[in-house]
């Protein structure tokens, strides 16, 4: 009896763990036992994968043919192992013989009629089987260039399961037939527009609060009538962040691709994220009744998660807790869970009150008190706290609209300081985990680098309760963002005094 080994992995979040699929052929009534855990689409596969093999004019073994996904206890998802169990098959069947000894991964979904579908995942698959000592892999047509991200591995592509033996056994295969799409709908990835702050007419404190948040990693929390450009500035600052180092710009792009988009080469840019008030906690934390993948959150990764109308998200905040102190979020299911990096830049947008006009002078505000403290309510006070920078928006003079007005900074020049106060936090935080300001912890703010003697401001606001612990450790690590900014090397007063009056909503004197 034979009992060939074949690969595939297995992914559990953008973690990968290499899968040996193994068949035994024998007596009995001719049907397939696949074991190892499979879930619901992957136990699907054995009507899928005979039938392609039928349709390749291969033989299928008569009797009972068993398939084994190794380690058993590791629960396995998705339609990705179809060609390495349909190849692991025909081998025990004889029909199949390797010329080569050299472990092969194979990736790929199969249609009845033989074709090899496309498959999310790709990236961190082939992450993980390098990182598992893999040379070689055989992945959709179309898919090789995502595959070819990772060095290390040899990549082909198969368009149909008769290219796929072809490969195995020696024959090369120099024009592969295109792989049919993935059978989940694809992945809808931003469309590469990205607006330029010189579009934004006035709104110069609001500027100064987004390069900061930018310079830093902070979060921001905007709030101001309706119509008043929160939305717009908020939608800018991709623009003024840096491109993504090597390792976060693998990151992102596994993820991106565990999401289903196809890849042609590593995501460099940011990414931005602005779901919908009506998205489910599901699509908001990652998730789902099956395969569990990321949500908005984790595709926000390194990037920016922007919510509009924040109140109207209501309890579904209270879960961003966890990936706003910890930059993961952990999935978890009865019979397996995953973790998503989720390190964002969170920026939230809200009006005043239903209507939008509470307390704005020269408006009348038509919602009752309690309508206006219900709806202000609906923003938890530990959400509130984990916010960097709060700002209140006014509306723009008039004066500001006249034609010939001066064109406004753009985007590009911002971004050169940015980048400048970014190297100068990266030399500073040089041998620790982190690398910016936002991201460093309490407790090294306070001991490791050097503050003003003097933090009296600080104390005070701590004890009137306008302040909280982790509060003082947001107004430090603002300050740090602000001396970056002016080229300094020592935080002062007066970048204390600035910091305070930034996460306080003041932006009277911090510019």
């Not at 025909?90 to 991964?105: C, D, G, K, Y």
């Not at 990414?271 to 789902?288: K, M």
Request: hydrophobic share 40%; charged share 20%; with cysteine.
């Amino acid at each position: 009896m034979v009992r060939p080994r074949v690969w595939s992995v297995a992914l559990s979040g953008i973690d990968g763990f290499p899968v040996e699929v193994e068949a035994a052929t024998g007596g009995g009534l001719p049907r397939v036992q696949l074991v190892g855990l499979p879930d619901a689409a992957l136990s699907e596969a054995k009507a899928r994968v005979r039938a392609a093999v039928l349709a390749t004019g291969l033989e299928w073994p008569p009797g009972l043919v068993t398939i084994n996904l190794s380690p058993a206890s590791l629960p396995k998802g998705g339609t990705h192992y179809d060609v390495a169990v349909a190849v692991a098959a025909l081998i025990a069947q004889r029909e199949v013989e390797l010329v080569s000894s050299v472990r092969t991964v194979l990736i790929g979904e199969l249609s009845l009629d033989g074709r090899i579908r496309k498959v999310r995942g790709v990236l961190p698959a082939m992450l993980a089987a390098a990182k598992a000592g893999f040379e070689r892999a055989i992945v959709p047509a179309g898919q090789q260039d995502e595959a070819a991200l990772v060095p290390g591995v040899t990549v082909w592509g198969a368009g149909r399961l008769a290219e796929v033996i072809d490969l195995l056994t020696g024959k090369p295969v120099t024009n592969p037939t295109e792989a049919a799409d993935a059978s989940s709908p694809p992945f809808d990835g931003p469309d590469g527009f990205a607006p330029d702050l010189s579009e934004v007419i006035g709104h110069e404190d609001g500027k100064f609060a987004l390069e900061v948040a930018a310079a830093g990693r902070h979060h921001l929390f905007l709030h101001g009538a309706p119509g008043v450009g929160k939305t717009m500035l908020a939608a800018r600052l991709p623009s003024i962040l840096p491109d993504l180092d090597e390792e976060e710009a693998v990151e992102v792009s596994a993820v991106h691709s565990l999401a289903g988009r196809q890849l042609t080469g590593l995501i460099v840019r940011p990414p931005y994220a602005d779901p919908h008030h009506s998205v489910t906690p599901v699509a908001l934390v990652g998730g789902g009744t099956g395969e569990l993948r990321p949500g908005a959150i984790s595709l926000a990764h390194r990037g920016v998660l922007f919510l509009d109308e924040c109140p109207d998200f209501g309890t579904k905040l209270d879960a961003l807790r966890t990936p706003l102190e910890k930059g993961t979020i952990t999935v978890s299911r009865a019979r397996h869970s995953a973790t998503f990096p989720a390190r964002f830049q969170l920026v939230l947008a809200a009006n005043p009150c239903p209507c939008g006009r509470h307390g704005l002078a020269g408006m009348d505000c038509t919602c009752d008190p309690l309508k206006v403290r219900r709806y202000q309510e609906r923003l938890s006070g530990p959400i509130l706290d984990r916010i960097d920078i709060k700002h209140q928006m006014s509306s723009v003079n008039r004066v500001l609209m006249e034609v010939g007005s001066e064109a406004a900074e753009p985007s590009s020049a911002v971004l050169q300081r940015v980048v400048a106060a970014r190297d100068r936090q990266r030399r500073r935080l040089a041998g620790t985990p982190w690398t910016t300001n936002g991201e460093v912890a309490g407790s090294y703010l306070r001991q490791q680098l050097p503050l003003p003697s003097d933090l009296g401001v600080l104390n005070t606001a701590l004890q009137r309760g306008t302040l909280s612990a982790r509060g003082v450790d947001k107004v430090l690590r603002l300050a740090w963002t602000l001396a970056d900014l002016s080229g300094r090397d020592r935080v002062g007063e007066r970048e204390v005094r600035a910091a305070l009056q930034l996460r306080q909503g003041d932006m009277r004197g911090a510019a």
